[in-house]
């Protein structure tokens, strides 16, 4: 066989055997496991190879290897007849005709045989696999015997040289497959509202152990609470007015919280009342949701203290909020039914000050950035502007004008939104 024929054959071997060692360790496993369950002939096979990886993979490296060994001897030939030419008669020698063959060689088996294969077949890796999968098996019973020598002498090294225990191979299905599903699919054509809402679903599901309870907490300016010197007509009427059926309790101020009362422990006289107050629990800002939830569930309690960093009351937060996390609004007696949210125009609208910064994005696809350091429209003007403004004040930030149009000394309430791009 010409040469030339036999490089070129022999980079297109490395090549394929690189392209699918890639695909193969990039390969959905939920969207392979979905494919058997519809009896694909490729997702079989390709099944066969997850349940021997060690021995699949060893395939691939041997037969790169070999395919790289034939490409070396066909390449020097090519090489060095054009070397010898090329270099001056002072230094040819064996040594310099053999460095510049293995330096040209290299960097075409490198761009062509390994960096190139690896980035093209990781973009669409499952139907990569698909169309190589038989051709793939044929080669894998052609060498299995050489696998079997190969990948036995490996572990007898890492076993009984450097006395490494060697695990059984049993790949189940985890978190990371299921997110890269979910990711993939969500960014399909496909647009059916229940789809979308069961990937929705799922996202926040997936996004949950990382959520901090700062981000779904009722921020402290919006907690409702009594002195624990309030008289019980105080009390009742704050239950009248608040619609809730707990109240916080605090001693001197909000930073102070004792406990609090149900609206089940009002018909007793004060003195009883504070007698029946109720226990509750404080949890730092940055403590896991996911824990805390856990947590709430185990001890038959609905509600906690959030505190800063400093031991004062940041928020409160319910079991409700906590689950909101995960499957979406749920209205709850600590939820505010004030929110404003009204569209003027396509560029003009008016917010809540508490309207999250990625439900804006989402559903009015505004470009806010967000941040850990604010969860709200309200924290995302303070953020930027530094303090709180007047009210009729406009803030321009980026391409949008902020006009408070509601507000207190202390706090946001209502913003005009318009869009100047």
């Known amino acids: 066989m010409d040469d030339r024929l036999t490089v070129l054959i022999s980079l297109m071997a490395s090549a394929l055997f690189s392209g699918m060692e890639i695909a193969f360790l990039s390969t959905n496993r939920l969207q392979l496991e979905l494919d058997v369950k519809k009896n694909s002939f490729s997702a079989v096979l390709i099944n066969r190879f997850v349940k021997h990886q060690s021995q699949f993979i060893g395939c691939l490296l041997l037969g790169n290897n070999i395919a790289n060994v034939i490409y070396g001897i066909a390449m020097a030939r090519i090489l060095s007849p054009q070397i010898i030419n090329i270099l001056p008669d002072v ?6 005709i053999l460095l510049c063959q293995t330096i040209l060689s290299t960097l075409l088996v490198l761009i062509v045989g390994e960096f190139m294969p690896k980035i093209l077949f990781r973009i669409n890796p499952n139907k990569l696999m698909d169309v190589f999968a038989l051709p793939a098996m044929i080669l894998y019973v052609i060498l299995y015997p050489l696998i079997v020598i190969y990948i036995g002498i490996s572990e007898f090294i890492i076993k009984y040289v450097f006395r490494i225990k060697i695990r059984p191979e ?74 809730h059926s707990k109240l916080l309790v605090y001693e001197n101020n909000i930073d102070n919280i004792i406990g609090y009362v149900h609206i089940n422990d009002i018909f007793v006289s004060r003195n009883d009342l504070m007698k029946k107050l109720r226990h509750i629990e404080f949890y730092p800002e940055t403590y896991s949701a996911q824990e805390l939830l856990k947590h709430l569930s185990q001890t038959r309690q609905s509600i906690a203290i959030v505190v800063d960093e400093f031991g004062g009351t940041s928020g409160v937060i319910t079991i409700e909020d906590l689950v909101e996390e995960i499957f979406g609004e749920i209205e709850d007696e600590y939820d505010d039914d004030d929110m404003t949210e009204k569209t003027i125009n396509d560029k003009d609208h008016v917010f809540s000050a508490r309207m999250e910064i990625d439900y804006l994005n989402k559903i009015y696809k505004f470009n806010f950035p967000e941040s850990d350091d604010y969860e709200t429209l309200a924290g995302y003007i303070l953020h930027y502007h530094g303090s709180i403004p007047e009210i009729g004040e406009e803030i321009r930030i980026g391409n949008y004008v902020f006009k408070i149009t509601k507000a207190t000394e202390t706090k946001l309430e209502e913003i005009e939104v318009k869009n100047n791009q």
């Open 91 to 96: 230094i040819t020698n064996e040594f310099t």
């Open 170 to 243: 049993d790949y189940k299905l985890n978190t990371v497959d299921l997110n890269d599903y979910i990711k993939e699919y969500a960014n399909t054509e496909e647009k059916n509202e229940d789809i979308q809402q069961g990937i929705e679903l799922f996202q926040r599901a997936m996004d949950f152990p990382n959520v901090k309870l700062r981000e779904c907490m009722v921020p402290r300016t919006d907690i409702e609470a009594i002195r624990s010197d309030d008289s019980i007509e105080t009390i009742i009427a704050k239950f009248e007015e608040t619609k």
